[in-house]
């Protein structure tokens, strides 16, 4: 059965356990991941790239079948699909017994594909098709974000986000964030600020800065800053992004310290990690302890109260702060 991505509220009311997300647009798979299925669910969410399920097929379906009465709720997201799950996924079906949420992430799949084939036409599996995203959907993601976050944009400034989101959500949304920490210590944004917040689209963001930072990558650190003109928005953006994911950093480091299985707290945290983003805060869960962390966020916390009050010197301030672990 096909549901199309707009048509996302159908999901919620499917009796379906298996679900096929396939295409190219990465940003909508994790919006409907994150959305419909990880937003306030409550268990275990395990992930697994084909080849890991290809190599242990026998025990992965076990392990998928049997279920104690006291083993918690369970999501399963598989990806890099290919077809070479189809066996797999029609082994499953043919027991009936499933109970277990799958959700099966692809790239492009043809449509003479076993794999698609089979998700279309049984009714009792749900399969989404992704394509890129157009002006009107890129603008529906700014409109949800606005309200979510309880922000005005002038069409102006959506239409210039847009523009420079090259028709990436991903991008769209880590420039929103951008506006949304600097509408902290600015109320009324302009088409100014877009301009000078997403300057760095085509160098390094201030999110790969921020990641390198808390990575301990020190040469990557120090290319980025050489290779950068920040201007005084720039700085007050860098601070809350540096601040945002401290205090993230600060949550995995407090469930690592009573869980010191590290992919398994970053597998199961909420609100769920991008896929692209575990391996880099992986490094940075085990390149601070708790305790610098929590120094780390009162130091940034003085910094901030220090750039505003010497705006002038606030790029000195934060180059400064950035380059001396």
Not at 80 to 103: M, S
Not at 223 to 241: F, Q
Request: glycine fraction near 2%; charge should be positive; hydrophobic fraction near 35%.
């Amino acid at each position: 059965m096909i549901i199309k991505s707009f048509e996302l509220e159908k999901l919620k009311s499917s009796n379906s356990n298996i679900h096929l997300i396939f295409g190219k647009n990465d940003g909508i798979k994790e919006d409907i991941i994150s959305t419909i299925y990880l937003k306030d669910f409550v268990g275990e969410i395990l992930k697994y790239d084909e080849t890991e399920i290809l190599n242990s097929k026998d025990e992965f379906i076990s392990n998928l079948l049997t279920r104690s009465l006291f083993e918690s709720n369970k999501i399963i997201i598989i990806s890099r699909a290919t077809e070479k799950l189809y066996p797999i996924i029609n082994d499953i079906l043919e027991r009936k017994k499933l109970q277990t949420k799958i959700i099966i992430k692809s790239s492009n799949l043809e449509k003479k594909s076993k794999l698609r084939s089979v998700f279309e036409k049984d009714k009792t599996l749900v399969c989404t098709p992704v394509y890129e995203d157009d002006v009107r959907a890129l603008n529906q993601v700014i409109n949800n974000f606005l309200r979510d976050q309880k922000l005005n944009l002038s069409q102006e400034i959506k239409n210039l986000l847009i523009e420079r989101s090259k028709g990436d959500r991903i991008n769209l949304k880590n420039e929103l964030l951008k506006l949304k920490f600097l509408s902290i210590t600015k109320h009324k944004l302009t088409t100014e600020d877009v301009f000078k917040l997403t300057n760095l689209a085509d160098n390094y963001s201030v999110f790969e800065l921020s990641d390198n930072y808390l990575a301990k990558n020190y040469k990557k650190v120090s290319n980025i800053l050489n290779e950068n003109n920040y201007s005084s928005e720039d700085c007050i953006v860098i601070i809350r992004t540096l601040l945002s994911k401290s205090k993230r950093l600060l949550k995995i480091r407090n469930e690592i310290d009573n869980n010191p299985n590290i992919d398994q707290v970053i597998s199961n945290f909420k609100p769920p990690l991008f896929w692209k983003e575990k391996d880099i805060v992986k490094k940075q869960a085990q390149s601070w302890s708790t305790d610098e962390v929590k120094e780390m966020i009162y130091k940034v916390n003085d910094l901030e109260a220090l750039v505003k009050k010497n705006a002038a010197n606030s790029v000195f301030f934060v180059s400064n702060f950035i380059s001396n672990y």
